[in-house]
């Protein structure tokens, strides 16, 4: 099998193609020493360590045990406290309910776990086109070509092989942004395991911040106003400046990024192409916001169920259509869950006048009525569960 893509979707689709004991081949256009950029996804949700276990549970631990898992999250509103809660760590021996940490980490425990179960790693080598067939794939790179039963396209939100087969990606692509900053623990004094949401913050003109934790540092997300420009708040210059604003000073000199992301909501019009033999998964084949962290995870999710679909495909002989179809079927249904689900979220962080005036209101009284406290603390996450259990993530 081949598999396009060396990011998390294209790692967890191999490893779980060698958990059902089928030869892989990994085909990624950057080279081996590359580096990945920030923090991005670092929330994986317990579902994922459940669904990564279940085909390496070395790497579902090393995950596991190398993330953060904060026990307090805070929301607060216009710098009054509306929302605390603690937790209990987790009964000894049972995962935790999530962990935090830098998705370049999630990269290279994926990235081990690979190599110790024999996927063939191929670096330096950019996917140019791919012809599927009634018995299989003929995939090119540059110097080459490559033939496969099936294919995983796992190559990101410009994905070459959707490109190639013609699939179009649908669905509202908004203005605005909002902006990521990650920060290095100060060892003195490092980031607090706290989560913290705080709307309409004084001190940073009224845009809402929220400040997560992860293993070794902090990850600070700015909600920008429409109007707002970015050299005004997504460099590091700019980031040295408004930071001081929100965390403690010394956090200026201890920037490892600052990117500039947007709320695509977009899915693809197939999942799998016309033959049952290529398999779109993770960015190729959705961009959501990230709010609810739906983008890797639902990556991790789309990977183990293509790798079902295929080794159950591969067992099914000449037609391998209705083994994927149910692949086909069930990822674009949580696709569109999760798309639905990251707009629903966006309403609650890029509110309009009645939504505002809506969380105004529900601050104010939430110290007589906790309810609304809860509210203002899980609204922008988006709903929680989908259709189905399956669907979710
Ligand atoms: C700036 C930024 C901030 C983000 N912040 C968050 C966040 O806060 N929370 C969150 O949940 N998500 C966030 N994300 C999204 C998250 O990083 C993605 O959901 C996740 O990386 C998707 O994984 P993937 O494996 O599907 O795609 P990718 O990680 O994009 O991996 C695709 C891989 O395919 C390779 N590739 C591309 N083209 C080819 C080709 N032609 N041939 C071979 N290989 C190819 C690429 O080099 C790459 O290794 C962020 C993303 C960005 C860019």
Redesign the pocket.
């Known amino acids: 099998m081949i598999v ?7 790692l967890t689709a191999a490893l779980a193609l060698r958990h059902h004991g089928l030869p892989v081949t990994l ?4 080279p081996h020493d590359r580096a990945r950029p ?1 923090s ?4 994986v949700h317990g579902q994922t360590l459940r669904r990564l276990a279940a085909v390496s549970p070395a790497v579902a631990d090393r995950i596991a045990g190398h993330g953060l898992l904060w026990r307090t999250r805070r929301t607060l509103h216009g710098g009054r406290e509306v929302y605390r809660r603690s937790y209990p760590p987790p009964p000894p021996g049972r995962p935790p309910p999530f962990v935090s940490l830098r ?1 370049v980490d999630t990269e290279r425990f994926l990235l081990d776990a690979c190599l110790d179960a024999g996927v063939d790693v191929r670096w330096g ?3 140019t086109g791919v012809r599927a067939d009634h018995d299989g794939v003929t995939v090119h790179t540059a110097d080459r070509q490559w033939r496969a039963p099936f294919v995983v396209a ?7 092989v959707r490109r190639a087969l013609g699939v179009a990606l649908r669905g509202p692509r908004p203005e605005g942004f909002h902006v ?1 900053v990650d920060l290095a623990d100060d060892p003195d004094d490092p980031v607090p395991p706290v989560r913290t949401l705080h709307y309409e913050h004084p001190a940073i003109g009224r845009r809402t911040v929220l400040q997560v934790p992860f293993a070794g540092g902090g990850q600070i ?1 700015l909600q920008c106003r429409a109007d707002d420009r970015p050299e005004d708040f997504a460099t590091v210059e700019a980031a040295r400046d408004w930071l001081p604003t929100v965390v403690p000073a010394r956090y200026r000199d201890r920037i490892l990024w600052v ?3 947007r709320f695509q909501q977009v899915v693809a019009d197939r999942m799998v192409d016309a033959t049952g033999r290529v398999l779109l ?4 084949a959705h961009l959501f916001p ?1 709010f609810g ?4 995870n639902s ?1 991790i999710a789309d990977a183990v169920a293509a790798a079902a679909s295929i080794a159950a495909a591969d067992g099914a002989g000449a037609d391998p259509s209705a083994a994927v179809a149910r692949y086909a079927e069930q990822r674009q249904r949580a696709a569109h869950h999760n798309r639905d689900a990251a707009r629903a979220a966006l309403r609650h962080l890029r509110p309009g006048p009645a939504m505002r005036l809506r969380q105004r209101c529900s601050a104010v009284l939430a110290p007589r009525v906790p309810a609304l406290g809860r509210w203002l603390e899980t609204a922008p996450y988006g709903p929680r569960s989908g259709p189905s259990a399956e669907s979710k993530y």
């Open positions: 396009v893509g060396a990011g998390p979707t294209g085909l990624e256009a950057e920030g991005r996804a670092l929330f998705q080598s950019p996917v796992a190559d990101g939100a410009r994905s070459a990521v997300d990117a500039r992301y998964a993770g960015e190729a990230p962290a739906r983008g890797m990556g």
